[in-house]
């Protein structure tokens, strides 16, 4: 375990001013995006409430408390500045959809991973086949699927399925690793991580709220593939950050900076420290492969794309002030 003496070290080489995990992350984390909110926020905060009270999900214990400390819309609001209306409602829904399912999936397979097979194997009847719903969680997930197909192309709402079943599955992922003798190494964590992010599933709702389609040689063009990789992931480690006091309290360990700190056996400063420095050559990666990129896309391609890299920005300045991460901003950051 990390001595204060070299948590001392760690202040000096960073020149840390911080007193605060929070003010930790916002002193080293690199953004280059700046605050951008959409101007429909509130009739999108408004709409999810009604979404979700016409689904029957907000007559279910706790759930009217955790969208009041999640604050769906506002997170789709940072990420999907330039939108619409119809698509901003359309993310502020799903966000807090899978918050809703992501709960859910975590309360009971910490119980035991087999314990989710019902529930998940409905949402992929549901995605892959159409399947009638038999739960009001799995009413909200076919309500979504066709408010997709309604405003996105049938290649779109395909991708839209596809990426939301990844998801799906990466949740018994994460409750088989959670529920093992052994917590996961490095690897295994930020793989099952990257599906549980629910990231790419929105992606083509960013193409959906462009002129056109992209074109086949822009949307799987080797930089634009690897920038939505990029992009999920940093989008997805950032809130890591924040929540990682949270997470380590409830035993949670599909967390980035927690996967740091159970590699080196450091403080839990140390790994954010760490995180940060991955998430920050990740994000650097992102503006080198755009600034690449750019000149070849069309303007839909480049509303894409923006679009990706609006998750990065969303779900940094969302993380700072969400009720949800507030411990961050309770915990010293030199313990």
Not at 218 to 239: F, G, Y
């Amino acid at each position: 375990m990390s001595t204060t003496h070299e948590e001392a070290a760690l202040a000096a080489q960073y020149g840390i001013p911080a007193s605060s995990l929070k003010e930790l992350i916002d002193a080293h984390l690199y953004m280059p995006f700046p605050f951008l909110s959409n101007r429909h926020a509130s009739e999108a905060t408004a709409g999810v409430d009604a979404w979700l009270r016409s689904c029957g999900l907000t007559d279910e214990v706790g759930v009217a408390a955790m969208i009041a400390f999640t604050r769906p819309a506002e997170l789709a609001s940072y990420n999907s500045p330039a939108v619409e209306l119809d698509v901003l409602q359309i993310v502020s829904n799903q966000i807090a959809y899978q918050f809703v399912f992501d709960d859910r999936a975590e309360e009971i397979g910490r119980q035991s991973p087999d314990r989710l097979l019902p529930m998940l194997s409905e949402s992929i009847a549901i995605l892959r086949d159409g399947a009638p719903p038999r739960t009001p969680l799995g009413a909200a997930l076919a309500d979504l699927h066709r408010q997709v197909r309604e405003r996105c192309t049938p290649a779109q709402a395909a991708r839209w399925a596809g990426k939301s079943r990844e998801y799906v599955h990466g949740l018994l992922y994460e409750a088989v690793a959670q529920a093992g003798p052994l917590p996961p190494g490095m690897g295994l964590s930020t793989s099952i991580r990257s599906l549980t992010a629910g990231v790419e599933p929105f992606y083509p709702l960013a193409e959906a709220a462009q002129p056109c389609e992209l074109a086949p040689e822009e949307l799987h063009h080797p930089h634009v593939q690897r920038l939505s990789r990029l992009s999920a992931d940093a989008a997805v480690w950032i809130p890591d950050l924040f929540s990682a006091v949270k997470e380590q309290r409830t035993g949670g360990m599909i967390n980035l900076a927690l996967a740091h700190q159970r590699a080196l056996r450091c403080s839990l400063p140390m790994a954010v420290m760490l995180a940060i420095r991955q998430i920050n050559s990740t994000i650097r990666e992102v503006e080198q492969l755009y600034h690449e990129i750019k000149p070849e896309l069309s303007p839909a391609g480049v509303g894409y794309v923006e679009g990706m890299i609006g998750w990065i920005r969303g779900c940094y300045y969302w993380s700072r002030t969400v009720p949800r991460y507030v411990d961050a901003a309770l915990t010293p950051a030199l313990a």
